[in-house]
């Protein structure tokens, strides 16, 4: 039986940090990637904002830089845990925060 939990979807904001090294091209196709996730799930996406290159507060993997993406979009929150595994796995994001917006 399927819980109420796994039917409605929840507002999520996800923050990526790209690997500097990454064109331009290669961050839309990141950013392709992780909406065709949400959308092929169900899910439905907002917003989605590049930030642009910015410093990091500390060396990551060396780098000092690193092409920063905000994302606002709405998931099934079982699904969460699948598209942080698959960021986890890419070699492109080196950080990423999934805040989930409601309570």
């Known amino acids: 039986m399927i819980s ?16 500097p090294e990454v064109t331009d091209e290669a961050v839309d196709s990141v950013i392709g990637r992780i909406s065709q996730f949400i959308t ?5 996406i907002a917003a989605i904002e590049r930030w642009g290159r ?26 969460s845990k699948e598209l942080e595994a698959s960021l986890q796995i890419s070699e492109e994001v080196f950080r990423h925060l999934l805040t989930r917006l409601d309570g």
Do not use: C, W
């Not at 092929?40 to 439905?44: D, I, L, P, Q």
């Not at 910015?54 to 699904?79: C, D, Q, S």
């Open 54 to 79: 910015k410093r990091l507060a500390y060396p990551i993997k060396h780098f000092t830089e690193g092409n920063y993406v905000l994302a606002r979009f709405k998931l099934k929150p079982k699904l």
């Open 40 to 44: 092929e799930k169900g899910g439905s």
């Open 4 to 19: 109420q939990e796994d039917k409605e979807l929840h507002d999520y904001e996800l923050v990526v940090i790209i690997s």
